[in-house]
């Protein structure tokens, strides 16, 4: 299995920026596709975006498409997503989690993530 730590959350202003870094170790990292989803207050926990093993094929919700960026550095195991142009309706905790099977339509859906981190808070202010 593969262990998973996110950290860079905090308090951002509207329009400002985040990095969020999500450290693996544990089996390798490469053999994952990695996703970040999101869960706010009161809501469901959503998809935010998706890459796949090699980082050449990526996917991001509607709602941060063209604000956030996934990416990934296999020979450092740590999994990126960059955050621009903040709302406060970005407010949430962020986690990253290791998908289960192979790429596909399944990589938007949380129940096909069997590993988890912790998640780390991101608090967006006017």
């Known amino acids: 299995q593969v262990r998973l730590v996110e950290s860079g959350g905090g308090l951002a202003q509207v329009g400002g920026s985040l990095r969020l870094s999500c450290a693996a170790s544990g089996r390798a990292f490469s053999s994952y596709a990695m996703g970040w989803f999101r869960q706010a207050p009161g809501k469901e926990r959503e998809f935010v975006a998706a890459i796949n093993l090699r980082g050449d094929n990526r996917i991001h919700a509607d709602s941060v498409k063209g604000r956030f960026t996934i990416s990934r550095d296999n020979a450092k195991n740590t999994l990126y997503l960059r955050m621009g142009s903040l709302e406060p309706e970005d407010t949430a905790v962020y986690y990253c989690?290791?998908?289960?099977?192979?790429?596909?339509?399944?990589?938007?859906?949380?129940?096909?993530?069997?590993?988890w981190g912790q998640g780390t808070q991101v608090t967006v202010s006017l």
């Open positions: 989690a290791a998908h289960g099977t192979g790429w596909g339509p399944s990589v938007v859906s949380s129940d096909e993530y069997p590993y």
